[in-house]
């Protein structure tokens, strides 16, 4: 009976073994059925079980003379006799107790004989009651899954019906090589070097340029062929093939692109109708809404991602027109004009940048928003090119200085600090009008306004309403003025060619210069202000690089640390208007000051031009 003792231990340990493996199989439920980093089947590096997570083991001996219950509900039955035991909470008989008191009291050394026997022995085919057990034992530490479904709704039949309208990109460009001039190498006679070097040289066949190529991603927005992706995946690229989802090439041509907005469209022949996506409407769409999506990230065609919408109407100085639809949708490399869907399967916006310090996506993307590039791609497809509307002013936005100065109440709108000679608003708004609305569009800042008036179709006659400040003494007040837009592409023509006449009438004008030539060379300076003016002449102008047709009071130095130095004021700019009046000598300034002084105010409103030409209002205080 003591050989058995061995046969015992094992089935014991088979026992815990089993029970420490249903352990982890709890744990591992714990994590909602991830998988853990360490071993399941318990080999090196698994960590011993815990003990309050293994279930109770059955005893398998006697313990103060009570026999084992089976798992089963029948009598038990002893090793020993094999009778059966009275059944556990019934009443011993008058018989058994006679027996039990007329049995010999046995010595300790008896008593641990029988106690060997009294263990039962492992069965050698599987038993009924040991199975029990441990099925008992793994159903209570199984997991059960709970009957609906949890987490997100899936999106896959969506991305789906989409993923064949989106295509990947590839460029190819011919640039010159740096070292295309490097003479031939010579190895020795008979070296098998030569070969090497020869090859080296040999390169594409074109020693004087090299083959680039690039990755980025579009969708087509038209069955005939009509494919959208950024500017910037296509530019200098002297050729483009479109890629599609079931593994076809074809070769696109280049209808138009815009580097403004950094849009393109391009036109593959198919002799089949080509599966489309459409545009949304992106104004719908809000924060915490899902979008999806879909491009070529780092070569690797027809990536599904999924992420909500963070933010809207960012501007990332890409361009002058930035309204970007911010995302956590992941964005990589590769994924550059590619869609970003709503949860409809419409186009919302057009990926096109990220911020990342490692060049992977950290949930910070950037989509085009497919309002402003619907008319963009309609003018491209059309005409080969942008046709947007032009005003013909220089704008600056309004602060709470220049509001108080202005007398607008509130900072609002977008504030006109000069007009375009030969443009639309020559003779209809002037320096110091602040425009609150466009076209039936309320203007917010000074960033809205060059958008929506770029969306306006040239030649409208189009309503603006202006807050003007009719004199010094009173606050701005409401009226709309109508202009007749230009076109924007003419308008720059315009500014970089100059007006006719311009520089002549300037050269055949010295009786200004004359006039103040002697109070250029001792200017003045005022001490609450902190700068110090002067008159504009062939010195000054050549000395601050001043063009021939510079008009206003020329600063020539600024104190440091006065409140002109905080504002920006620099040595070199020209102070043209005080309080919207012009002024063009020192002896102007200082009457100005004066007059603001008298009349208790406390800041003055100056239209200061700066050395590059730029305009813009700056407050200084006057006490």
């Known amino acids: 009976m003591i050989s058995l003792l061995p ?48 279930p109770e083991i059955p005893e398998t001996g006697e313990q103060e003379g009570s026999p084992v219950e089976p798992a089963d509900e029948g009598p038990a039955v002893t090793p020993e006799s094999g009778e059966p035991e009275a059944e556990q909470g019934s009443e011993p008989s008058a018989e058994a107790e006679e027996n039990a008191e ?88 008979g070296s098998p070097l030569q070969d090497f070097f020869d090859d080296l040289l040999r390169g594409d066949g074109n ?13 087509v927005i038209d069955p005939s062929g009509v494919v959208i992706t950024n500017n910037h995946v296509i530019q200098d690229a002297d050729e483009i093939t479109v890629n599609f989802a079931d593994g076809s090439q074809l ?81 990589n490399r590769g994924n550059s004009g590619g869609p970003l869907f709503d949860m409809n399967g419409n186009v919302v916006g057009i990926n096109t940048a990220i911020i990342s310090p490692t060049g992977g996506s950290i949930g910070i993307g950037f989509s085009i928003p497919a309002n402003l590039a619907v008319n963009v791609v309609n003018q491209l ?47 209809v708004l002037k320096a110091g009008d602040v425009i609150t ?30 807050l003007r400040k009719t004199s010094r003494e009173a606050d701005a007040e409401p009226m709309t003025v109508t202009v007749t837009l230009g076109r924007l592409e003419d308008g720059e023509r315009l500014m970089a060619e100059g007006p006719n006449g311009e520089e002549e009438e300037a050269d055949g004008d010295t009786s200004d210069d004359e006039a103040v030539e002697g109070e250029a060379q001792t200017g003045a300076t005022d001490p609450v202000l902190g700068l110090t003016l002067g008159a504009i002449d062939d010195d000054t102008r050549s000395e601050f690089n001043l063009p021939e047709d510079a008009e206003g009071v020329l600063i020539t130095a600024v104190a440091a640390g006065s409140n002109a130095a905080e504002k920006g004021i620099e040595a070199g700019m020209l102070i043209q208007e005080i309080a919207q009046e012009s002024v063009s000598s020192v002896s102007d300034v200082e009457e100005k000051l004066a007059e603001l002084r008298s009349e208790g105010r406390r800041n003055a409103l100056m239209l200061v031009a700066e050395q590059d030409g730029d305009l813009r209002f700056v407050v200084l205080p006057l006490d």
Do not use: C, H
């Open 381 to 427: 497809r059309e005409f080969g090119e942008t046709r947007r509307g032009w005003l013909g002013i220089r704008l600056s936005a309004v602060t709470d200085d220049i509001a108080s100065g202005l007398g607008i109440g509130e900072a609002r709108g977008a504030v006109v600090v000069g007009t375009i000679d030969g443009g639309p608003s020559q003779d």
């Open 7 to 54: 046969r015992l231990l094992l089935t014991t340990a088979l026992i815990v073994s089993l029970a420490g493996g249903s352990a982890r199989a709890q744990a591992t439920g714990d994590y909602g059925g991830m998988s853990q980093s360490q071993p399941a089947d318990g080999g090196v590096g698994a960590p011993e079980p815990q003990l309050d997570a293994i």
């Open 251 to 331: 070769e696109a041509e280049l209808l138009g692109r815009d580097p403004k907005t950094d849009l393109a469209v391009l036109k593959v022949q198919s002799d089949e109708p080509l599966v489309s996506v459409a545009f949304g409407d992106s104004e719908t769409i809000k924060i915490g809404d899902w979008v999806m999506a879909i491009g070529n990230p780092f070569g690797l065609g027809g990536s599904v991602s999924l992420g909500i919408v963070s933010a809207r109407g960012r501007n990332i100085n890409a361009g002058p027109y930035d309204n970007f639809i911010q995302t956590d949708a992941a964005i």
């Open 102 to 189: 007329e049995a010999p009291t046995s010595d300790p050394e008896s008593e641990a004989e029988a106690a060997v026997p009294a263990l039962p022995a492992p069965p050698v085919e599987e038993d009924e009651t040991t199975t029990g057990r441990e099925d008992e034992a793994a159903s209570e530490a199984t997991v059960t899954p709970p009957a609906s479904r949890q987490g997100p709704e899936s999106v896959s039949e969506l991305a789906e019906s989409l993923l064949d309208a989106v295509v990947n990109i590839s460029t190819a460009q011919r640039v010159e090589r740096p070292g295309g001039g490097i003479p031939p190498l010579e190895a020795p006679e």
């Open 207 to 219: 020693p004087s340029g090299r083959r680039v190529q690039s990755l980025g991603s579009g969708f």
């Open 437 to 466: 609305a466009f076209d039936g569009k309320t203007v917010e800042s000074s960033r809205d306004l060059p958008r929506i008036v770029a969306e306006t179709p040239v030649g409208k006659d189009v309503e603006v309403e202006i």
